[in-house]
């Protein structure tokens, strides 16, 4: 079976700081993909990465696949309180029903 | 464009009452169409996925069912609910098909109270 876990859980900073949001598993994702949710609705696409190693930017946001695609990182410079939510780490396998293995989640409050 | 409509937003239910939700994907045709449970504050965990008309795959035993009885109508289903089936529930889809490099689109969720 394939897990992955995300950390850390919860993370509650002040407007400015910068944060890592990690999500790691002993399996291989062919890809992995990040959301983020606002309560009561459903998770939004955020990015998603394909190849090891590979790095992408969405404005203050960082995103990293790992070399082994056993693990991604999503780092966000200079938080915002509009930054805040819940933010799911989800990985395919490689069957071709595109099934997604979501992380537990790391729930993001930016104060003002 | 494709859009998806999942309803009731929300259900209060009593315990041993039946239970139907509903999520079509309008714009695109032979969706993969998957339902999600979650926990508050939690991540997701899949209960059912289709890749086509009458062929559901469930992930995990549980109490509930789901059809498809059309390409872009998924339906959860149970005939007698208890109350660990309480959760925030979310249709999704993507295109068939596409591996990994397609991200999924969610509807905006059912929250299910069973009481």
């Known amino acids: 079976t394939q897990l992955l876990e995300q950390s850390p859980q919860f993370l509650s900073i002040q407007e400015g700081e910068n944060l890592t949001v990690y999500c790691n598993s002993s399996s291989v994702f062919s890809s992995l993909q990040w959301y983020r949710q606002e309560p009561g609705e459903g998770p939004v696409l955020l990015v998603t990465?394909?190849?090891?190693?590979e790095v992408k930017k969405l404005k203050r946001l960082t995103f990293q696949f790992g070399d082994a695609r056993k693990d991604s990182s999503l780092h966000i410079t200079a938080a915002q309180p509009g930054d805040t939510g819940l933010y799911l780490c989800a990985g395919v396998g490689s069957s071709n029903t595109g099934k997604l293995i979501f992380g537990q989640g790391t729930t993001l409050q930016v104060k003002p | 464009s494709q859009t998806i409509h999942q309803w009731p937003a929300t259900l209060v239910q009593p315990v041993g009452s039946p239970l139907s939700l509903e999520c079509t994907v309008e714009?695109?045709?032979?969706?993969?169409l998957y339902w999600y449970r979650q926990a508050a504050g939690r991540g997701l965990q899949l209960l059912f996925y289709?890749?086509?008309?009458?062929?559901i795959s469930s992930e995990v035993p549980q109490n509930l069912s789901a059809s498809r009885p059309q390409d872009r109508q998924f339906i959860l289903s149970s005939k007698k609910l208890l109350l660990s089936d309480s959760g925030f529930y979310l249709c999704?889809?993507?295109?068939?098909?596409?591996?990994?490099?397609?991200?999924?689109?969610f509807g905006s969720g059912t929250r299910l109270t069973v009481v």
């Open positions: 990465v394909v190849t090891g190693g």
């Open positions: 999704a889809w993507k295109p068939a098909g596409t591996g990994g490099r397609y991200g999924y689109t």
């Open positions: 714009g695109t045709s032979n969706p993969n």
């Open positions: 289709s890749v086509g008309i009458g062929q």
